[in-house]
């Protein structure tokens, strides 16, 4: 990963730039490697969670399904049950937050 790009911001922060297609996939070493190559030394590692709309929950899952009447059939559903108001936790340690600074 090149971080010529990225910024350092006033707090010693490195802002990375939003890459082009959106796919920000990292293992932790692959993320570690150039923080460190480029003087930041990382101090804490977060495996985070997302709160998630339920209506946009059951939207993926009828996706998932790619069948058209159960699209539409979830997306009824969800609207008849008010889910676009209701959300919900869930870490499934897929995301993580990395914490690093100049060194």
Not at 10 to 32: H, M, N, T, V
């Amino acid at each position: 990963m090149d971080l010529s790009a990225a910024t350092k911001c006033s707090r010693g922060e490195l802002d990375l730039p939003a890459a082009a297609d959106a796919s920000f996939l990292f293992r932790e070493q692959k993320l570690r490697q150039p923080l460190e190559r480029n003087g930041f030394k990382v101090f804490r590692i977060e495996r985070v969670g997302r709160t998630l709309i339920l209506d946009r929950f059951i939207s993926n899952a009828g996706l998932a399904g790619r069948s058209p009447r159960s699209q539409r059939f979830l997306a009824g559903a969800a609207k008849r049950l008010h889910l676009q108001e209701r959300s919900f936790y869930i870490n499934l340690r897929d995301m993580q937050r990395m914490y690093a600074r100049a060194a």
